[in-house]
């Protein structure tokens, strides 16, 4: 689909070249998703009273709370001000500890890219996503918040 929506102007003779770079790009991206969700799986459990669960709190946020695959109106409404919690908990993070975190975690960056953004040094990058990801957890916890 994305050959075709953004190359189909292309010379037919490009296409075979095009479709292979645009499914190494998908798989890579694949690959980047479930390391980032891996990453969130990590820093919440911290907040989970049950460690021997060892299920995905991002992915049961939504799969508890459907039924035959249809998400129940009040659960959707649970889950959204889940998520308005979670954002107003970033927006309260020191400038450079919300900068480190968004950068790790929300942009996929690795630690030497995130330092180049942000002009200081991994070592300090790795110190402000732990207190970020400390202080969440903290602060949604506190607000009684279970992933």
């Known amino acids: 689909m994305r050959l075709a929506a953004k190359y189909g102007d292309r010379p037919i003779d490009e296409w075979p070249m095009l479709f292979q770079r645009i499914l190494q790009n998908a798989i890579r991206d694949s690959f980047r998703r479930a390391k980032v969700r891996a990453l969130w799986t990590t820093l919440f459990s911290s907040l989970s009273p049950n460690d021997a669960d060892d299920s995905d709190p991002l992915e049961t946020i939504t799969a508890e709370h459907e039924i035959d695959g249809l998400a129940l109106p009040h659960r959707q409404l649970e889950q959204k001000q889940t998520l308005a919690i979670i954002e107003k908990?970033?927006?309260?993070?020191?400038?450079?500890?919300?900068?480190?975190?968004?950068?790790?975690?929300?942009?996929?960056?690795?630690?030497?890219?995130?330092?180049?953004?942000?002009?200081?040094?991994?070592?300090?990058?790795?110190?402000?996503?732990?207190?970020?990801?400390?202080?969440?957890?903290?602060?949604?916890?506190?607000?009684g918040v279970q992933l």
């Open 89 to 143: 908990e970033i927006e309260k993070l020191p400038p450079r500890q919300r900068e480190a975190f968004l950068l790790r975690y929300w942009e996929e960056m690795d630690i030497a890219e995130t330092a180049a953004v942000m002009g200081c040094s991994e070592g300090s990058v790795k110190t402000h996503c732990s207190r970020a990801t400390h202080t969440l957890a903290e602060a949604l916890g506190k607000k």
